[in-house]
């Protein structure tokens, strides 16, 4: 069994700052991709950014310059500094991540259950 937990949502005034957490754990060999989506409501779920095992990073637009994506491999955990928050990113956040698990022979998806960060005044 694996599990994705996110922590680190809440409430921030425009401008603020949060931190992101996301946990992996279970039977994991080898975690290859991880990310962060977000989900607005009435929206589609969209990539905000993701991160390779080697650290190799990549970045919607509208989040460039304000969050930062970080991982820690020997934890299987992955972050998402978001800074300067807007209120246009309200959202939950889900954590992804693609790994293979003890005696599987290929890399699967896996989701996290959200985190809602909310930016108001």
């Known amino acids: 069994q694996v599990q994705l937990v996110e922590s680190g949502g809440g409430l921030v005034q425009p401008g603020g700052s949060l931190r992101l957490s996301c946990a992996a754990s279970?039977?994991?060999?080898?975690?290859?991709?991880m990310g962060w989506y977000r989900q607005a409501p009435g929206k589609e779920r969209e990539m905000v950014a993701d991160i390779t095992g080697g650290g190799i990073t990549n970045y919607v637009d509208f989040v460039k310059g304000r969050f930062t994506i970080s991982r820690d491999n020997a934890k299987n955990m992955v972050y998402l500094q978001m800074n300067s928050l807007k209120p246009e990113d309200t959202a939950v956040y889900y954590c992804n991540a693609v790994l293979r698990r003890y005696l599987s022979p290929s890399y699967n998806s896996y989701w996290g259950q959200g985190t809602q960060v909310t930016v108001s005044s």
């Open positions: 279970g039977s994991i060999v080898s975690i290859n991709y």
